[in-house]
């Protein structure tokens, strides 16, 4: 659907068609031109009127000797090309920004989620607390904690939900869409038996990068263009013919041949700048490449680091986190620890698994911009 709707692809699209025309009007000849003169009319004496009026009817045609209509096609040719790397490389970008965007849903619904639960815990919490005060087993003091720590956690859950509407909204952007009542995201962001790919075996797919690819293009652009200067240097023939009628009485044949003469633009300076161009172009390609590898091994350390910190967060901290808030919470009901040791045990558990979910995401964004670079799967996708 995004690839399909987005905005900005269609405008690429329709410059790509705009220049495929524009190559094949390149390729069209010259049109012949009608050329219609009258002479000695309207004047004064024997020239009075059109009585001795003189009429030439001549058509003309210019014939390109230099091969101009086949090099101008071949510039325009790869211009349409380079067009196409372009829409390539937007609509890939546009494809990893859209499941950027799904993975902050997901990422966003998630921690609604916790929130949530936090809140019932805590507002569980507050309930007990008055009993206990209520019952004279506990001071008024530690219900007003418990009721203060409730709604600071409601807070939280409010910022959580105004969070995921605006994800919503941006992933609803993709298709042409502004109502961020969207229905829930469906997905999973685990990232179970998930192997990363050597960082050498994507270093070397940096030159199927469309920015890199592109370039090859380009340089073939100036080269065609240096074809086409040496192409203009020759001067293009124009040749016609047709009939004269001479004082509305006599009919004669005349003809004409106009060749240019090079004598100031012999297109020596545009050569040179197509030349200089087509070296820009190689060492633009060169210093892409160096780009693209130097982006790739960075998000490949982002996948490692957020893959170790997922697997410490959901084998060690989270599991002992959770054991904790299980302990705080009986000693708390037995009397032996104050609430405070408790809310301070949830925010511990809540801020672990909330930095679990960010941890997948950042996983996933990083996958999906590697995805985009090295046009290689990385898996675990969403």
Known sequence: MTARQHARLAAAQWETRALEADALQAGLRPNPELDVELENFAGTGVASGFDGVDLTVTLSQLIELGGDRDARRHVAEVEARLAGWNQVGLRDAITAAARKAFVDVLAAQELVTLSANLVDVAAGIHAAERQRVEAGGASPLEAGRAHVAQASLEIDQAQAERDLTVARRRLAAFWGGTNPALPRAVGTLAIDNVDLPELDSLLVRANLNPDVARWGDEAEKWRASQALARAERRPDLRVGAGIRLLEGEFTAFVAAVSLPLPAFDRRQHALQAAADRTARAQDDSRATVIEIRTQIAALHQSLDSARDEITTL?????????????????????????????????????????????????????????????????????
């Open 314 to 382: 959901s084998q060690i901290a989270i599991p002992e986190a959770e054991h904790l808030f299980e302990l705080a919470q009986a000693a708390h009901a037995r009397g032996q620890l104050h609430l405070t040791d408790v809310f301070d045990t949830e925010r511990t558990l809540f801020e672990f698994k909330a930095r679990y979910v960010r941890a997948l995401a950042r996983f996933h964004g990083a996958a999906a911009d590697l995805e985009q670079i090295a046009a290689y799967p990385i898996g675990g996708t969403p």
